[in-house]
Structure formats: C-alpha cells, structure tokens
C-alpha cells in the first residue's frame, strides 16, 4: 500500500526548511515514513474498536 508519495516529501521538505539547509531526501525517508503512518493508523483503527466505533475519528490518532 503507498500513502506516502516521495515528491511529495520533497516538496513538504523544501517548503519547512526555511534554510535550505537540507537539499536532498533519501529513498529510506520514504519508506521510514511510510511505516509510521501504517503504525499510526493501525493504533487508531485498534482505539476506533475499543470504543466500538466503526468510523476512525482524528481523536484516534
């Protein structure tokens, strides 16, 4: 599954690092991030359950 799209995360970086100190992104971020964000969503769905709710809500997150 691909959430995480690596232009993008280019785009995202050039646009936070006010100095431009960082001018490159490695393939591991996007993959590293990707990761995370599945972790992330698999504890929402896991508290959506617990609460027995079927609709994932940000307050999950």
């Known amino acids: ?11 995202v970086v050039k646009e936070l690092d ?3 100190a960082v001018s490159s992104v490695a393939e591991e971020v996007g ?7 599945e972790e ?3 504890d929402a ?4 359950k617990d ?4 609709t994932l809500q940000a307050r999950d997150l």
């Open 40 to 42: 992330i969503l698999r």
């Open 18 to 20: 006010k100095e431009n």
């Open 31 to 37: 993959i590293a991030l990707e990761r995370k964000v």
């Open 51 to 54: 609460n027995k709710r079927r």
């Open 45 to 48: 769905i896991e508290r959506a």
């Open 1 to 11: 599954m691909t959430l995480i799209v690596k232009s993008n995360i280019k785009k």
